[in-house]
């Protein structure tokens, strides 16, 4: 039973991989807007902050892979409307496969092409005068954090994706989640931000998630008197992406069993 | 008994009282009221209906893709509600719309299905062989014909060999030549012992392929038998296109004597049509009778009824629900 899910589940994964060599224009696309707005932020308006622009940069560096790693939702959502829009899902459902293998894939697909986009991203960010100044123990941790924390987006999205009722509406929701790194301290630190926009910000898993890679990397402390994942920002992300996963897993994969019937 | 006169071994395809209707209140829309099916081993039963009959609904049903608010069916032994795996082990489906996935090329497409199958790669290579999609193999399925790509989703219904194969239109929408070839297909299987549920809105298919055929309409099968029973009660309609205006009544009269009904004249077409019961009648028969009177044609045809014919006759002259 399990070796049939992951004989299944890496045969799905394959055709993800496929799919993007196919077309990969859309990964292009997404590897390079990060890149973007790393050099936006960082020089346009971080000129605007009271930080010192150096400061800033080593700054948002690590926040904007967190952004980059929370887009899973995007392209979570996007694919798995497609798939469960389009006849192809049809012929898996007559097939007597394991149907987890469906998501199962499409997630591992999408671990692979994100690791491998950090490559670029990182080098920018090494230009941009960004430096690991921790251990390397410490930012080895890093990486396995934002590699979770993208799975667990990519659940999220994979989910809303399964419910939308269409593409178009997934492709519209999926867009609109752009916004969510504005509301926490990937970019900016919410210190300056109004009271409940703060707190807000400071529970969004992006925050917890941004400030323990910040502190895995030794680019800033931990910011006191925050929310508790914040404060406790490894455990708080680990938390938050068992919750995610917790809830998001078992839900996708009962929709993926049932869908349609 | 839950399936009355049908309990036998023999049927591979058996459904009693299925029921399904989609969404609720003003929308909703009853797509099937009580559909029995019986579909003896080894023969190939055509489901044959305008749009919005239902074939499609309950192609989905008997192939454990959507779950009958009643009734139930069992298809290669098993109970699609409640054995669906064992169900998906013996079927093989190509569904009304392309099932395969569009930005892989068809080589790839069937290799992944092939190894969700637990089969060897070249098994895909062979069928694509088979179903002259070598050359294209290596393009997305995308960039496929209509023909083409109806030819990659029959190809991976076939990589097992399945015990029923069911086909949604299988031809709709195809030039001549691909849908030759899709019934070669299909007759190879039948020679091979594989039960088929095809649904059409073509008598001619039907006739051509099917060794039983259920008229389902609004739902439920409105009329069962032989395509050569169905033939029998909804004859032929034949059509002659004479060279002058002057011939039309000739023509007309001619017509009438061979058949003994009454023809239907079309003067802007020059042209006269009947319908006929008489299987005896041929298209030459009806030339050299027109020709034996000095009957100018210079186009004869006698071809199947439509479906809106067919179903003209058989239910009584009766309003489609289309
Ligand atoms: N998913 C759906 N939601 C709502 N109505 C549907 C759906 N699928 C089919 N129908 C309706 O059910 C009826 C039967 O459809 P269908 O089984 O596709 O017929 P056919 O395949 O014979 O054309 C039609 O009236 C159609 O509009
Ligand atoms: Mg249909």
Redesign the interface.
């Known amino acids: 039973m399990t070796t049939a899910f992951l004989y299944?589940g890496t045969?799905m994964l394959?055709?993800h991989l496929?799919?993007i060599r196919?077309?990969p224009a859309i990964l292009v696309m997404t590897q390079t807007m990060p890149i973007v707005f790393l050099l936006f932020f960082g020089y346009v308006f971080g000129s605007a902050l009271a930080m010192p622009g150096a400061d800033y940069r080593a700054f948002l560096v690590p926040g904007m892979l967190v952004a980059t790693a929370a887009n899973g939702i995007m392209t979570g959502m996007f694919t798995a409307a497609q798939d469960s829009h389009?006849?192809?899902?049809?012929?898996?459902?007559?097939?007597?496969?394991t149907r987890a293998a469906v998501p199962l894939g499409q997630a591992a697909a999408d671990i692979v092409t994100t690791a491998a986009g950090l490559v670029p991203l990182l080098l920018v960010g090494l230009a941009m005068g960004w430096r690991i100044e921790g251990g390397a123990l410490e930012a080895a941790g890093a990486f396995g954090l934002l590699l979770l924390f993208r799975f667990a987006a990519t659940w999220v999205g994979i989910l809303f994706g399964l419910v939308s009722r269409s593409e178009e509406a997934a492709g519209q929701l999926g867009g609109a989640t752009f916004m969510l790194p504005l509301l926490s301290n990937a970019y900016i630190p919410t210190a300056g931000f109004p009271g409940w926009v703060r707190v807000l910000a400071e529970w969004n898993p992006i925050s917890a998630v941004a400030t323990a890679v910040r502190d895995l990397f030794g680019n800033a402390p931990v910011p006191g008197g925050s929310s508790w994942p914040v404060a406790h920002p490894v455990a708080g992300s680990l938390a938050w992406c068992a919750v995610l996963l917790t809830v998001c897993v078992p839900l996708a994969v009962r929709r993926y069993t049932t869908g349609?019937? | 008994m839950r399936y009355g006169a049908f309990m036998t071994s023999t049927y591979t395809v058996l459904s009693e009282g299925l029921e399904k209707r989609y969404g609720s209140g003003d929308q909703m829309v009853h797509a099937l009221r009580g559909l029995d099916l019986a579909v003896e081993e080894g023969t190939v039963c055509g489901l044959l209906g305008p749009n919005g009959a239902g074939k499609t609904t309950a192609v989905r049903v008997l192939?454990?893709?959507?779950?009958p608010d009643a009734g139930s069916a069992r298809v290669a032994g098993h109970d699609v509600l409640t054995e669906a795996?064992a169900v998906?082990?013996r079927?093989g489906?190509t569904?009304q719309?392309?099932?395969?996935?569009?930005?892989?090329?068809g080589r790839?497409n069937l290799r992944?299905?092939a190894?969700?199958?637990r089969l060897p790669r070249s098994h895909a290579d062979e069928l694509l062989d088979r179903f002259g999609l070598t050359a294209a193999a290596d393009r997305?399925a995308r960039t496929y014909s209509g023909g083409m790509r109806r030819r990659l989703d029959l190809a991976?219904s076939l990589l097992t060999r399945p015990a029923v194969l069911f086909l949604d239109e299988p031809t709709t929408g195809l030039d001549p030549h691909s849908r030759s070839a899709i019934w070669d297909a299909v007759r190879e299987l039948t020679r091979q012992g594989t039960t088929v549920l095809l649904t059409t809105q073509y008598l001619e298919e039907a006739d051509q392929l099917a060794d039983s055929v259920v008229l389902i309409d609004g739902g439920r099968a409105a009329h069962r038998g032989t395509p050569a029973e169905l033939k029998a009660q909804t004859g032929s309609y034949a059509e002659v296109v004479v060279a002058e205006d002057a011939a039309l009544h000739a023509a007309a009269v001619v017509l009438d004597q061979l058949t003994g009904a009454e023809p239907t004249l079309d003067p802007d077409r020059r042209a006269v049509g009947v319908v006929t019961l008489d299987q005896a009648l041929t298209l030459p028969r009806i030339v050299r009778e027109l020709d034996a009177s000095g009957v100018p044609i210079v186009d004869a045809t006698l071809r199947p009824p439509t479906l809106d014919e067919a179903f003209l006759r058989l239910t009584g002259g009766r309003e489609l629900v289309a």
């Open positions: 299944d045969a394959g055709r496929q799919r196919h077309a389009r006849g192809v899902m049809d012929r898996f459902r007559t097939l007597p496969m349609g019937r | 192939t454990t893709l959507l779950r795996p998906r082990r079927i489906v569904g719309y392309a099932s395969v996935d569009g930005d892989l090329t790839e992944l299905f190894r969700l199958l997305t991976a």
